[in-house]
């Protein structure tokens, strides 16, 4: 099997695009879709896209994990805040806890967790894994907090610069510059997304995840099966529950995360890739 240090996948392809800069070495296709071998630094990287949604996301890294032996998986792309989070439009969230919504019982009061039937969706070195994948441990081991600390980017052609160690953005007209937060917290992978602020603010205060996707959950299961490191990193397009797409900012949820993603890739040496996830520790 062919080996690349880091295998990057988005939903779309609108959230791979600003990483079209780092220079093809070649492409390949897995499961009936396009991924490019990329050439960054003394790293070479596997991207493509899993389409939307869980079975997609899965299968897909499934895929990419059987052909080539991959030293990390990071997932990146879009997401929606909850309101009460305290993260806005264009923030960065640093997932440290990947949390399913889906799994489990439904009951006539709500979701009850899937810990609730006694069958884990992974038993992994004596660990079972019902309702969440805790990736705490790999960021530490990782130094993703080192190169990537939480605080206020400004988003420059080299990737993400930190302006302070502030979690409070520069407002217009302070006559500073304006940035953009990075967090570290859970993230909620949901099978629907919120339709509207009631559903939006009820996950919210279930699960207590800043924020919502449709494919963390799934890549970092995938990923937990395949024993390969595990990382998602999700800019905030809209606030969960918005629908109207001209509230929305995708092109900025995306520059910001692949700033992001940027960062961390020009901090870290091969060497650094592949480190052992020990999934039995938290």
């Known amino acids: 099997m062919e080996r ?126 019902c309702d969440c994948f805790p990736l705490g441990d790999y960021i530490g081991r990782g130094q993703i907090r080192t190169i990537l600390p939480e605080g206020v980017y400004e988003h420059a052609a080299s990737g993400a610069v930190l302006l302070r160690a502030s979690e409070d953005t520069c407002s217009a007209g302070s006559g500073e510059k304006p940035g953009f937060k990075v967090r570290y917290g859970p993230s909620l992978t949901v099978g629907m997304t919120s339709g509207d602020d009631q559903t939006a603010s009820d996950r919210f205060h279930r699960f207590g995840a800043f924020a919502e996707n449709m494919e963390g959950s799934a890549i970092a299961q995938t ?31 995306v520059d910001h995360c692949l700033a992001a993603v940027k960062r961390l890739l020009d901090n870290r040496s091969q060497r650094s890739f592949g480190l052992s996830h020990d999934w039995g520790t938290n």
């Open 4 to 129: 690349v240090d880091l295998t990057i996948l988005g939903a779309t392809e609108l959230e791979i695009a600003p990483l079209d800069a780092i220079k093809t070495s070649g492409t390949i296709r897995l499961a009936g879709r396009s991924f490019s071998i990329r050439i960054h630094r003394d790293l070479r990287l596997l991207v493509g896209t899993t389409g939307i949604g869980k079975v997609n996301a899965a299968a897909i890294t499934a895929a990419a994990l059987s052909h080539f032996v991959s030293g990390e998986v990071w997932n990146v792309g879009c997401a929606g805040a909850y309101r009460d989070s305290g993260m806005g439009i264009g923030d960065v969230l640093v997932t440290d806890n990947c949390i399913c919504a889906d799994e489990g019982i439904l009951t006539k009061d709500g979701p009850a967790p899937l810990s609730g039937i006694g069958i884990p969706l992974v038993l992994k070195n004596g660990r079972a894994f």
């Open 223 to 253: 990923c937990l099966l395949f024993d390969v490191p595990f990382l998602e990193l999700r800019g905030v397009s809209n606030m969960a529950g918005e629908r109207e797409k001209a509230r929305w900012d995708l092109p900025a949820a």
